[in-house]
C-alpha cells in the first residue's frame, strides 16, 4: 500500500491512536517538565478525543524529570541512582501532566508497566481491559515504563518498544512517535515511507541517543516492525513543529510513514510473538524449518535438534534454526524436559518415550506465529 493510502485510508480515519512522545520533546535543557511543550501536545490530543478518536499517550521523562528535580548534572549510571531518579521524577511528571489537560476537560490515569507485566497472560489481558476502561470514561492513559522498580532483566530499556507492544496488544490503528527529528532520514530527507524494517532501513540509523533518554531511531525502527508484523500503521515526525499531530491525523503528508501488513495478527498471537517473553530455545532441522516457514505446519517432535533452557508446558519458546536465527515463537504443548526425551523421535514414538501421547504437536501451528 503506497504512503498516499496509508495516510489518506488508515491514519485519516484512524479511531484508537497511540503517541509515544520522549523526554527531550516533553522537558527542558535541566530535564523539568516544559510546561508549554506539554500544553501543546496536550490540545492537539484533546481535540482528537472530541472528535471520538481514543487517544493512549506513552511518555518517558520520569528519570529526565528526577534530574531536572534533584539538580544532578547527567544520567545516573547505576540501577539504584536511576530508580531513586525516576521515583522523583514520575511525580512531578504525572503532575504537570494533570494540570496542563484539566484545562482542557481531559482526566488522565497512570499505568505503570513492567516487562513481567507483559509475559504473564492474566496480567497481559488485565493491562487491556484498563486502557479499554479508561477509555469508556473519556480519559486519557499515560503510560510509562515503571523505572522505580524495573531492573535490568525485567526492563523494555526504551518505551519506544513499550509503546508498540501497548498498540499492538489493544489494536490500534495507528502508532505515532513524536521524537526530535522529522523523521527517518535519508541525504538529508526525510524517508516518506518504509514498507518493511530490513538491513535498508536499519543502515539509515545513526547514533542519535540524547543525553537526558534513554533510545534513538534505532529502537524506534524495531517498535515500527513490531506495527508493520501486526497489520498496523507507525509514524515518526517532529513533536516541535507546529500541530504535528493534528497534521498526521488529517492524513497529511508528515513525517515517516510506515505501512502495515496486508494481513492483521490475532491478539492471541500478538501476544506470543510481539508482547511475551521466550521461556527456552528449540532448534530445529532444515526440513522442520522450511515446513513452518513456507507451508505453515506444525512443530513435530521429529524436527527438533536440541532444546534449550528449563520451562514447563504451556511456556513462550523460541523455534530457532541450526545457526541460530529465530523461525518462529510459540506455546509448547510439552516441558523442556519432555522435549529432550521426544527429540527426533516420529509422532507414534512420543507414547513409548513419556509413557502417554497427550500432542502429536510440539507446537501446533494455532499457537506460533512465524517470522
Sequence with gaps: MPARDTRERIIANARQVVVKVGTQSICDAAGRPDRGAIDHLAEQIASAMRRGVSMTLVASGAIGSGLGELGLPERPKTMPHLQAAAAVGQGQLMRTFHDVFAEYGVHVGQMLLTRDDFDDRTRYLNIRNTLHALAEYGALPIINENDTVAVEEIRFGENDVLAAIVASMMGADLLVFLTAVDGLMK????????????????????????????????????????MIRAGEAAVIANAAAENTLTRILAGENVGTVFVPARRRMSHRRRWIGQASRPAGKVVIDRGAASAIAERGKSLLPSGIAAVTGTFGKGAIVSVVDSDGA??????????????????????????????????????????????
Design 187 to 226: 541525504d538529508g530527507r526525510v524517508v516518506d515511507v518504509i514498507e518493511r524494517v530490513d538491513d535498508e532501513a536499519m543502515a539509515l540509523v545513526r547514533s542519535d541517543r540524547t543525553a537526558l533518554g534513554s533510545g534513538g531511531m534505532g529502537t524506534k525502527l524495531q517498535a515500527a516492525d513490531i
Design 326 to 371: 529465530e523461525i518462529a515463537r510459540g506455546l509448547t504443548n510439552y516441558s523442556s524436559a519432555q522435549i529432550e526425551k521426544i527429540k527426533g523421535l516420529k509422532t507414534a514414538q512420543i507414547a513409548d518415550a513419556l509413557g502417554d501421547n497427550p500432542y502429536d504437536e510440539v507446537i501446533h501451528r494455532d499457537n506460533m506465529t512465524v517470522g
